[in-house]
Each structure stands twice: as C-alpha cells, then as structure tokens.
C-alpha cells in the first residue's frame, strides 16, 4: 500500500465549477501536508502547506484535513481554464524533509 | 530572484552511459533534494544534501549518486543508466520542513 494515494483522473469539470481534489494516507506520522500543481511538462509549484487539522483559505483554494480519516481535500472555486493542471498532494517525513507524494490527479477544466 | 535552476533542460543518453544533472538552489536555501518522477506518476524521492552531505536518501540504487557544493549547488549522477531511469528529475530547496521549492526539472531519455 502507498503511503499517499490519489484517484489519478482525468476529472473534466466546466470553467466556473467547483474542483473537489483528494488524497488519503496511511502513515500516522504525517503532520503536515502540502498541494502542489504541476503544468504539463513544468516542475511542481507549491500552492498551499496545512499543518493541523481544518481548513485553509488562500484565495480560490481551500485545503482541509482530516486526521482521524486521514484525508486530505483541495477544493478550487470558480475554476479556470488555467488551472487545467496535475494536482500532487505530498507529506514530509517527520524525520526531516524527505516528501512522499500521492501519483497526482488531471484536472481539466474547459471554457 | 531566479528561483531554482535546473541543467540541462533535456538529455537523451543510451543504456550504459553515465549522466550528470545540476541544480542551483533557490537564494538563502541551504538543503537540496532531488527527485525522480516517471510518467504520469507522483516525484519519488531520491536523497537529500544538507552543508555538502546526504543526509537522508530514498530507495533508489548506488549508481544514483550526488554532492554538494559550498554554495549549495548540487549534482546527481547517474552510472550505468538504464532504459528504467528515463524520467523527470526535479531539484527542490527548502530553508526547513514546511515548504519546498521544485525546479523546472531535467528530461532525460535513455534509448
């Protein structure tokens, strides 16, 4: 079993709608968690880190956690043709630095 | 501020050969860590240098190695690439655990 595990997609939404991305995870030892976007053939830029359980606003983008599930939501408002991209979700060891990755969901979001 | 580069873009080598990747952290960071990521999957991480030594490092083989520099640029080598290693290397530098910053990466081939 992955530490980190996505539904890889494609998820295919229209501009406008709300984007429900998700990671699940199995080792307890995870304390933060991180959503990176990844263009098409580009490195991934991080868009938001969470440490506790909750919610997190930036913007468009809301990241939740739930640590008694062990899952972990990106939620996109009013989405973009723009934000048509592969969202990873990662989490650092507590040992250092060291990030473990979900595969990535596609997201396609057309006009 | 330049962010994190990465030589060369792409490289194309054949089985057998060895390769050499660059990474120049972003200003003010001091611990460098490379990842592997194939085709439609999530980065994996290889190892992570920190004042010019490994400190941590996944589960890849020894002929996945690397160094530090004083200035905290970094290298990855690769011997005796296999057709299994063609993938997207991504540097990434961090000042600490909650956030980490990724390079365009390195698109490497091997026929």
């Known amino acids: 079993q992955k530490e980190v595990e996505q539904d890889p997609g494609p998820l295919s939404v229209p501009e406008g709608a709300i984007v429900s991305l998700n990671c699940t995870y199995s080792n307890s030892a995870f304390q933060y968690f991180m959503w990176y976007r990844q263009y098409s053939r580009k490195g991934p830029e991080l868009l938001m880190y969470?440490?506790?359980?909750g919610n997190k606003e930036d913007g468009r983008f809301t990241a939740q956690v739930d640590k008694s599930s062990k899952y972990i939501s990106l939620f996109i408002r009013d989405s973009q043709p723009s934000d048509s991209a592969t969202y990873l979700c990662a989490s650092p060891h507590n040992a250092g630095n060291m990030l473990t990755f979900g595969g990535g969901t596609r997201l396609m979001v057309k006009p | 501020d330049a962010g994190v580069t990465q030589s060369p873009t792409h490289l194309i080598k054949t089985r057998g050969q060895q390769v050499t990747l660059r990474c120049s952290p972003k200003?003010?960071?001091?611990?460098v860590s490379w990842y592997q990521q194939a085709l439609g999957q999530g980065p994996q991480f290889i190892f992570q240098?920190?004042?010019?030594?490994?400190?941590q490092r996944g589960n890849f083989p020894d002929r996945f190695s690397g160094h530090q520099f004083p200035n905290y640029s970094s290298e990855l080598n690769v011997n005796a690439l296999l057709l299994g290693d063609s993938a997207l290397y991504l540097c990434?530098?961090?000042?600490?655990?909650?956030?980490?910053?990724f390079g365009p990466g390195t698109r490497l081939t091997v026929l």
């Open positions: 200003s003010g960071h001091d611990t």
């Open positions: 240098y920190y004042e010019e030594e490994e400190r």
């Open positions: 969470t440490y506790s359980s």
């Open positions: 990434a530098s961090s000042p600490g655990p909650t956030s980490q910053f």
